[in-house]
């Protein structure tokens, strides 16, 4: 059996899937270790997991659009942490001696000291973000990532290394090639579709107020700035507000909101995925993890994007026919009104969700990526 090393970022969409993979690994007698922020990972890994603590640098350009969003992801937020969790890794892997170093797409430092050790490496990317090389149209923007992929590689005492975001060993990819429109890729690439498995159940909810009279919608725009958040979870309340004969909404809201009507539950966690069965549509900010949840059980959306990948994700679910695409922050109550009754009476949209749902489950999922890090591992 083999020894696996999960880097992985302070978020959790970034852990949900790597927690999945890793569970199957260890049903399979392997052994697994982390290395990331202790108090991120211990509440979804359980007290038995063995984590090598990089504490954690908090990521504060979540409102950001466009390039700013991308000059703010790399220079706040990828460069600085990589720097800050490069000394943790590195120790991490002094002590566990993995056989293979599983890495997040942008946390660096597990690419750059595996490379370091001469380990083979594989990279979870559990965003699209640049799946496909979505910069390729924009060289200016480009260099100037690999600029600073340069600098850090020189930093780590690797000039000239390989591109630390895609390991040249293994990259899987928490989607399916059916939803990125049969792109080409190479063959170490692995899409295995979302990788889910069952969760902390430190979350209570109200299972016994879902009117089975009613069609069920959630809204959710993942963890952005409570500013930016409360702003479209105003609008969405005031467009289901006059659905309440025939809509029971779900709110993930931060913070309550004025005057909100009893078949609106406004909460500020839910189990999602124990509750992605029940719903007839989801309104999102198009996280891939939260379109992946949604389309794994055949639930069409309402995506409305806002930043990074979610642009890339919001195109491909309307390219499929899953769902209705509306402007984050010019959608109008009316307009998000109109979409979600299209969700729930038209039904195209939940037919091509459920041909999404089918290619997710023959991509294989958790056990699927599992297999090609054990694979990676005996090579």
């Known amino acids: 059996m083999s020894r696996f090393l999960f880097v992985t970022l302070p978020l959790a969409g970034h852990i949900n899937p790597p927690a999945a993979v890793a569970r199957v690994l260890a049903e399979h007698g392997h052994e697994v270790a982390w290395s990331g922020s202790e108090a991120r990972l211990r509440p979804w890994l359980g007290p038995d997991a063995v984590v090598y603590s990089t504490g954690m640098r908090l990521f504060r350009g979540q409102p950001d659009t466009g390039f700013t969003a991308v000059k703010s992801l790399w220079e706040g937020f990828i460069v600085p942490f990589t720097r800050f969790t490069l000394p943790s890794v590195e120790k991490a892997v002094r002590d566990y001696q993995p056989d293979v170093v599983v890495t997040d797409q942008h946390a660096l430092a597990g690419a750059l000291v595996a490379q370091r050790h001469g380990l083979p490496w594989a990279t979870f990317c559990t965003s699209t973000i640049e799946l496909g090389e979505p910069f390729r149209g924009l060289p200016k923007v480009d260099a100037w990532i690999r600029g600073h992929l340069a600098g850090l590689s020189a930093e780590a005492g690797l000039p000239g290394a390989p591109d630390p975001r895609f390991s040249p060993y293994l990259v899987i990819a928490f989607t399916s090639a059916f939803f990125l429109g049969d792109r080409s890729f190479p063959d170490h690439y692995a899409l295995v579709g979302p990788a889910l498995s069952a969760r902390p159940a430190a979350v209570n909810f109200p299972w016994d107020r879902l ?11 993942g963890t952005m700035a409570d500013d930016v958040a409360m702003d479209f979870y105003d609008r969405a309340v005031q467009a289901l507000r006059p659905l309440g004969d025939s809509v029971q909404a779900i709110v993930i809201a931060p913070a309550a909101l004025p005057d909100t009507p009893e078949h609106i539950l406004l909460l500020p966690r839910v189990p999602q995925l124990e509750l992605m069965p029940h719903l007839d549509a989801v309104v999102c900010h198009a996280g891939l993890n939260t379109v992946s949840e949604a389309l794994s059980c055949g639930v069409p959306l309402v995506v409305a994007p806002h930043t990074r990948d979610q642009p890339i994700n919001g195109a491909e679910v309307v390219r499929i026919g899953a769902g209705i695409r509306l402007h984050f922050h010019r959608a109008r109550p009316d307009q998000l009104r109109a979409a979600v009754l299209a969700l729930l009476t038209d039904p195209e949209y939940r037919a091509a969700a ?18 090609r890090l054990a694979q990676l591992a005996a090579a």
Do not use: M, Q, Y
């Open 354 to 371: 459920g041909r999404v749902r089918d290619s997710f489950a023959a991509a294989g999922g958790a056990p699927a990526a599992a297999a």
């Open 211 to 221: 009117d089975p009279a009613r069609r069920h919608v959630l809204v959710t725009v």
